[in-house]
């Protein structure tokens, strides 16, 4: 159960936002990004994933269904955020990512990005659509057909 609790989005963003502040710490190889568009641009993709986590959860609790991503769904949520993407919460972790990178001017872990990428579509978005699939059917076609899974 301990594990289970361990396997979670949040705590993987802080594995990897670790990784990337340890290279900018330890390996800076005279590589840098800093300066005040840099800052900038950090600054709003922290706040877009934070903001789109917010919205999903509050969409989520609104339609009175699980936040946690190893549980299947009371129901299948399409409205608000989740018009957009089907994954506005895994979203907002690689936005946040990626802030944090450009923010610890951590250039040479740039690449955690897709490789977070893939590990969140293995660990937790394909497991969670064949829940969704199985559960809810030809509702969940219907959606997955109209709504991307990123952007």
């Known amino acids: 159960m301990t594990l289970r609790?361990?396997?979670l989005p949040p705590v993987w963003l802080l594995g990897f936002a670790?990784?990337?502040w340890v290279q900018a710490q330890v390996l800076p190889m005279g590589m840098s990004l800093e300066g005040p568009l840099t800052d900038l641009l950090s600054g709003i993709l922290i706040g877009a994933g934070l903001l789109l986590m917010m919205l999903a959860v509050t969409e989520l609790r609104r339609h009175k269904t699980t936040l946690w991503p190893h549980e299947t769904a009371q129901s299948l949520v399409q409205t608000g955020i989740f018009k957009r993407?089907?994954?506005p919460i895994y979203l907002g972790d690689v936005l946040i990512l990626a802030g944090l990178i450009l923010r610890f001017d951590a250039v040479l872990a740039l690449p955690l990005v897709p490789i977070f990428v893939w590990l969140l579509e293995r660990r937790f978005v394909i497991p969670e659509e064949n829940r969704l699939r199985r559960t809810f059917r030809?509702?969940?076609a219907r959606y997955q057909g109209k709504t991307r899974r990123w952007v």
């Open 5 to 7: 609790l361990l396997d």
């Open 18 to 20: 670790a990784l990337a």
């Open 85 to 87: 993407t089907r994954n």
């Open 138 to 140: 030809a509702d969940f």
